[in-house]
């Protein structure tokens, strides 16, 4: 059974101060690992896809990045509006369905 | 390009009512699923829609039903409304079963159902 998990929970920053989220995930042929932003009562909004271990991807203050065990988010300098929900999920080979992480609460200080 | 649309945004319904929810996909997207999120239990899958045909179903009872039409649109049905149906849920859709990179599920804006 494919598995993520999320640390930490919730994590506060002061702006500029540079961190990382992490997704360690459990899975039988990894087919692609997702990370989406999401706002209080509003959907998920997609910012990456991974495939395979050592690739990476950025934008903006947003760096994601993979290995064969797990992914991080990393968020440089970042700002108040920075502050969401990040969710981390991936699809295995055998199965189309994401399963999901249960998130990291990010709240930027100004 | 139109993101995924879901109508109605807010719904307050009451116990033994039944509720029908609409989603509009990506254009070319063919695959809908819905989510329930609750703060307790995260996002939860509770099925998926390909070409008109349930492909995966998650593990949530019976009261909970869809349907896709042959324009990609879904609609997803609770029947019986219970107070713990109280949720977002969320529909997502992806152009799917054109390799990997068609896997990445785009959101809507949700339904936010509350059950009294």
């Known amino acids: 059974e494919d598995q993520v998990t999320q640390s930490p929970e919730a994590l506060r920053l002061q702006e500029g101060e540079s961190s990382s989220l992490n997704c360690s995930y459990t899975v039988s042929g990894l087919r692609g690992l997702f990370w989406y932003r999401q706002d209080p009562g509003k959907g998920p909004e997609f910012l990456f896809t991974?495939?395979?271990a050592g690739e990476e991807k950025e934008k903006e203050r947003l760096k994601a990045t993979l290995t064969k065990k797990e992914s991080f988010l990393h968020i440089t300098a970042p700002k108040p509006e920075d502050s969401a929900t990040y969710l981390c999920?991936?699809?295995?080979?055998?199965?189309?369905?994401?399963?999901f992480g249960r998130g990291t609460s990010l709240i930027v200080h100004p | 390009k139109a993101g995924v649309t879901q109508t109605p945004r807010y719904l307050i319904k009451t116990r033994g009512q039944q509720v029908t929810l609409s989603c509009s996909p990506i254009s070319g997207h063919r695959s809908v699923s819905w989510y329930q999120q609750t703060p307790g239990q995260g996002l939860q899958f509770l099925f998926e829609?390909?070409?008109?045909?349930?492909?995966n179903k998650g593990n949530f009872p019976g009261r909970f039903s869809g349907r896709q039409f042959s324009n990609s649109r879904s609609e997803m049905n609770v029947s019986t409304l219970e107070l713990g149906d109280s949720a977002l849920y969320l529909c997502a859709s992806s152009l799917r079963q054109l390799g990997p990179s068609t896997d990445t599920q785009y959101f809507g804006p949700g339904t936010r159902l509350t059950v009294l």
């Open positions: 829609y390909f070409s008109e045909t349930q492909r």
């Open positions: 991974l495939y395979s």
């Open positions: 999920a991936l699809i295995s080979g055998g199965s189309y369905i994401p399963t």
